[in-house]
């Protein structure tokens, strides 16, 4: 495969090119009505299909090869993917029998990325260390939910000087499979932002238009986003999340401690209404958000997105962070941002989902 195939099949695979997703993606129609060969996962929204085939895949450290026959999705061909489909029952009956229909058993719970799981514990291949005591503070001893929010908003500069910034556009980088290609970020509050990406010959679109997202790429007609993938771009376009977490999230769970690449941080679960928890890190000297984990409901498991937040500097009077890391379970990039505006003019049309091909 030429190389900058497989880099837009990877760029896919983390979610920056909309190529893989069938293009009625944004309908709520059950599996078995998109795709031609559905048994167990008969009633899945068609949009979750994708999302629980990576979960599947990352789950058992293995490519969509090792089930399905390229090109033909539907095939049969291969054991593998009718010993997937016995697993899937056998998880859907020991979830029912015990564990009160909660999705608490997955496909990573036996086989943390193996094929073969593995059923006999390792020997120890080194001396034993003393185990560190682990201060594992219970949850509600530290500070409140309110006290981190307010904390955090401070961090960034407080409400008046976060409202003075209604738009933003930022260029950097993005870093990506070993490469690194242009990127502009348009943002404009309350809620719309398009992500440009320069690949290449063309362009790749990322965009929530203040109600609904889309992804696009020059010469292809662009797709809407399934209600979940709308619904994470939607979090990104928040112009204001700091002011707006308790109104987006009316579920919040008390924080606990948690040490993050060796920052001591307060974490809380919060939860908007109908969508998976959104797990929400604060470093606890600078108040600022380093960490957001948010998951995508698939019928095998949930697979998650984390975002990193870094290198928080100041523009304009509030502070953002100048460098975000996107990681999933099949792929990574990092956005580095060099140069930021406040306060810019930007058309309107700039964030709408064009009718014909992008361009
Ligand atoms: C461990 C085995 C396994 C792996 C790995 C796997 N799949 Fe699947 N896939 C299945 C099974 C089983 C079904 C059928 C599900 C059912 O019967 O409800 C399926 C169905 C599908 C379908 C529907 C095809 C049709 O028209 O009926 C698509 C598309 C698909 N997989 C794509 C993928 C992609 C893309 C990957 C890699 C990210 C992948 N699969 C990885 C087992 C697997
Ligand atoms: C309760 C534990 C458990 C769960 C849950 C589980 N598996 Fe397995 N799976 C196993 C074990 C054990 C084996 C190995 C059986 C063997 O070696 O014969 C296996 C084997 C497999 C194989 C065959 C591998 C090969 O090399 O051919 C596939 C495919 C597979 N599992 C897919 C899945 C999928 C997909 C899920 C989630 C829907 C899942 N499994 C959930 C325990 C589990």
New binding site residues.
Partial sequence: MPLHFRRLNYLAAVGLLAVISPAHAADPKPAEEVYKNITQLKGTPADQLIPAMQF?AA??GVECG??HVQGKMDADDK???K??RD??A??AT?NKTSFNGRQE???N???HGL???A?VPPVLESEPVAPKPVAQAPAGQGPSVDEIVEKYVTALGGPDALRKITSRVEKGVILANGSESPIEVFTQAPNKRITVSHMGSGESFTAFDGVAGWMGNTGRPARDMSPAESWASSLDAEFYLGLKLKEIFPQIRPPRPETIDGVECETFQATAAGRPPVRLSFDRNSGLLVREVRYAQTP??RMPTQIDYADYRDADGVKIPFRWTLSRPNGRFTIQIKEVQSNIAIRDDRFAKPAGEVH
Wanted: aromatic fraction near 4%; proline fraction near 7%.
């Fill in positions: 599947i789950s058992l090792f089930c054991p593998a993917k010993t997937a697993m899937m056998m998880m020991i058993v997955t496909c719970s036996c086989h094929a073969h799981p059923s095998v498991g």
